[in-house]
């Protein structure tokens, strides 16, 4: 098993930045990839980001490339997301995930990942 928690979220003015932070505990050794995703209210849960988790290659949804940066410290077991310029379409929860399972694909659907934090929010004001 693997326990995520996520923290950094928060309220923030459109332009700001936010740096959201996932730490993973438990079999860490066997995840794969970390990724985030986010959810507003009403709508499905998209993905942001995901990293490889062995050699840190990167992935990002069409909607936040250039603005935000998924990195992660292996010693820590911890998964960053640094969030810049951000938008009032910005605004969601935010989730950090693992994935356990073996691969080498940049996986950007939910059903991908195996384990999930509890979500973190982040609003952005216009």
């Known amino acids: 098993q693997v326990q995520l928690v996520e923290s950094g979220g928060g309220l923030v003015q459109a332009g700001g930045s936010l740096r959201l932070s996932c730490a993973a505990s438990?079999?860490?050794?066997?995840?794969?990839?970390m990724g985030w995703f986010r959810q507003a209210p009403g709508k499905e849960r998209e993905f942001v980001a995901t990293?490889?988790?062995?050699?840190?290659?990167?992935y990002y949804a069409d909607s936040v490339k250039g603005r935000f940066t998924i990195s992660r410290d292996s010693a820590k077991s911890t998964v960053y997301l640094q969030m810049n310029s951000l938008k009032p379409e910005d605004t969601a929860v935010y989730y950090c995930?693992?994935?356990?399972?073996?691969?080498?694909?940049?996986?950007?659907?939910?059903?991908?990942?195996?384990?999930w934090g509890q979500g973190t929010q982040v609003t952005v004001s216009s």
């Open positions: 995930s693992a994935r356990a399972r073996s691969g080498n694909s940049y996986y950007t659907g939910w059903n991908n990942y195996d384990y």
């Open positions: 990293i490889k988790w062995t050699f840190g290659s990167t």
């Open positions: 438990g079999r860490t050794f066997t995840n794969t990839a």
